[in-house]
């Protein structure tokens, strides 16, 4: 197609009237709601990106308790089972 000559290609491009009346066709309908689909999800994804980005994670209470307080609580509980 792209070999044609000018006055091919011309004819074998949509006029412009015609556009006009693809407008309010239900596949361009279908095309504009998947379009506000995307926009729609792509600001969603911005905003939990940004959420996962500012996010602070602090985890010295649970070092403390894994790294201190769980040896004592075993030991507690090790001795109340222990028979005399």
Do not use: F
């Not at 596949?27 to 729609?40: E, F, G, H, I, N």
């Not at 969603?44 to 602090?58: G, M, P, S, Y």
């Not at 609580?73 to 090790?78: A, P, R, S």
């Amino acid at each position: 197609m792209l070999s044609s000559s000018v006055d091919q290609l011309k004819a074998a491009l949509p006029s412009s009237g015609s556009l006009g009346a693809l407008k309010d066709s239900p596949q361009v309908q279908q095309l504009r709601s998947l379009m506000q689909q995307v926009d729609s999800l792509k600001a969603e994804r911005e905003t939990i990106e940004n959420e996962l980005k500012n996010a602070q994670c602090d985890m010295s209470k649970q070092l403390y308790i894994h790294y201190y307080l769980q040896p004592m609580l075993v030991g507690y509980w090790l001795d109340a089972i222990r028979v005399p």
